[in-house]
C-alpha cells in the first residue's frame, strides 16, 4: 500500500468505524432478530433466544390488524403521492411563468411547513379539523353547512391526513420541479411555438418530457416518505377510528413497545422490501427513454 492510499484509509476510517457501528451493525442485527423469538424479557439474555425461521413474517402477513395497515398505508400512498406532484408541479409552474414579483417570498411560503416539526403541523391541525371549533368547521358554518367530525370519520379521517401530508411537503418537490423548469433551454419552447403548438401542447410534449428525471427524483423520494408516514396518525388520530388511520410504521412501533421484537423487526422488513419493489418499479417506468 503506497503511502497516498494509506493516508485516504487513515481519512475514512473514523466514517467507517461509525458506519458499522451505528448503521450497518443495527441493520444486520435486526435482520437477524427478526428470525427469532426475541421478547422484551429476553434483552438481559439475547444470545439465548430461540431460531422461528419465517415464522414471524408468516404472522405478520396472516395479522389482519397488518394487512389492514398494510391498506392504509397504500391508500395513503396511491393518493398522497400523486396529488402531492401535481400541486408541486402546478405551483413550480406558477412561480416559472406567471409569478415575477415576490417569487422568493412564495418560495419561503410554499417551503415553510417543510422545514417545520411534523408534530408541532400535526396538532395544529388537530385543532383546525376539530368539530366543534375548528377553522373549517366554523367556515362551514358561515354557509350553513354543518361540518363533520373530521378525524372521527372512518371515510374522512385518511383523506384529512391526506390533504395535511400533501399541503406540508409539495414545498419540497416544489423547488425541485423549479429548478428543472429553470434548466430547460429557452429555445425549446420557443421552437414549439413558432411550429404553433399551443401553451398546454408545448407544455405536454416539451416541458414534461424533459421533466422526467425530475418526476423521477421527487416521485421516488415522496413515495418512500409517504410509505414509512408515521407521525401524522400517532398525532392525530392514534390509529383510528377503528384502525382505519393505522400505519404499518405505527403497527410496527406498537409492537416494539409491547416487546415482540422479533415481530415488529420482520414488519419492519417487510416494509423495506415493499419500499425497494415500489422504487424499483417507479424507476422502470419514469427512466429516460
Partial sequence: MDRQTFAAWVLVLPFVLLFLAFTAGPVLGS??????DMRQRDLRTPFAVNGVGFD???????DETFRKAAFNTAYFVILGVPLTL?????????????????????KVGYYLPVV????????????????????VNTVLGWFGIDGPNWLASKTLAMPSLIAM???RNFGSAMIIFLAGL??????????GQIDGASSWQRFRYLILPLLRPTVLFTSVTTGIGYLQFFE????????????????????TYQQFGFGNYGLATSMAYILFVVIAVVTFIQ???????
Fill in 116 to 135: 417545520t416539526s411534523i408534530v408541532a403541523i400535526a396538532v395544529i391541525w388537530r385543532f383546525v379539523l376539530a368539530p366543534d371549533s375548528g377553522l
Fill in 283 to 289: 424507476f422502470r417506468l419514469l427512466r429516460e427513454k
Fill in 31 to 36: 435482520l437477524g432478530m427478526s428470525f427469532t
Fill in 86 to 106: 401535481v400541486v408541486a408541479l402546478a405551483a413550480a409552474v406558477l412561480l416559472d411563468r406567471g409569478v415575477k414579483r415576490f417569487q422568493s417570498l412564495f
Fill in 232 to 251: 401524522e396518525p400517532l398525532v392525530m388520530t392514534q390509529g383510528g377510528p377503528l384502525n382505519s388511520t393505522l400505519s404499518v410504521s405505527m403497527y
Fill in 182 to 191: 429553470q434548466g430547460i433551454p429557452q429555445t425549446v419552447e420557443e421552437a
Fill in 56 to 62: 414471524n413474517y408468516v404472522k405478520a402477513l396472516s
Fill in 165 to 167: 401530508a400533501v399541503w
